[in-house]
């Protein structure tokens, strides 16, 4: 099966730096993604690790260690229109490699 | 534009009653789709695999009975949530990913589900 555990809740202030961590179980590890998620609203991709290292992309860096289980969201320059949900998914060999499995998500909020 | 889309957005139906949600892949053919459901300040549960011309895989707890899923062509699947009953009441999003695992799941716009 698969455990992907990540903190519920998280504050920040505008213009700083968030990260936001997600360890995982599974069996077998196709992949991580990241994504944002407004209230009411569908999830939007933020980004994809598979490789160990840090992938960025313009204020959004994700990082990924296959060997601990683990990966981090770096949210650089905060807005306040990054207060969401931020969800860690992972693909692993069930369902054909093709299943993401969400964690419990992340709610961030930013505040003035 | 919208790669997925789902409709209705949302639905207000009575108790005992049925909804039908179709999910539809815009510009590549998906012959896996998923469907989840996420009630507030939760993340989204897997329901389900949604298998283009066969049966559909569901996650253990889920009543295929009440939950019925129908992938009939490579572009469209559909979830019938039926005899609704108020614990029903949720946001049900489905997603859809292009062939090969290292890619994004696109996902539609959810339906808000309210029985009443």
């Known amino acids: 099966g698969q455990n992907i555990d990540q903190p519920t809740e998280m504050t920040a202030t505008e213009g700083a730096i968030v990260q936001i961590n997600c360890t995982y179980q599974?069996?077998?590890?196709?992949?991580l993604f990241w994504y944002q998620q407004h209230a009411g609203e569908a999830p939007t991709f933020l980004s994809y690790n598979v490789l160990d290292g840090l992938e960025e992309k313009g204020r959004f860096s994700s990082f990924l260690s296959r060997s601990k289980g683990y990966s981090y969201l770096l949210l650089k320059e905060l807005q306040m229109k990054d207060s969401a949900s931020y969800l860690c998914?992972?693909?692993?060999?069930?369902?054909?490699?093709?299943?993401?499995?969400f964690g419990t998500g992340t709610q961030l909020k930013v505040e003035l | 534009g919208a790669v997925v889309s789902q409709h209705p957005s949302w639905v207000i139906c009575k108790s005992g009653t049925s909804v039908k949600i179709e999910c539809r892949s815009l510009?590549?053919?998906?012959?896996?789709m998923f469907w989840y459901r996420q009630f507030p300040k939760q993340s989204l549960m897997l329901m389900a695999t949604s298998n283009e011309g066969s049966k559909a895989t569901y996650e253990q707890g889920v009543e295929k009975d009440k939950f019925l899923i129908n992938h009939a062509s490579l572009t469209l699947s559909t979830l019938t949530v039926t005899s609704a009953h108020p614990e029903d009441s949720s946001f049900y999003i489905c997603s859809a990913r292009r062939q090969g695992m290292n890619t994004e799941a696109f996902f539609g716009q959810g339906t808000r589900l309210t029985v009443v």
């Open positions: 510009d590549f053919q998906a012959t896996t």
């Open positions: 599974t069996s077998g590890f196709n992949g």
């Open positions: 998914a992972v693909t692993g060999l069930t369902g054909g490699g093709n299943k993401l499995t």
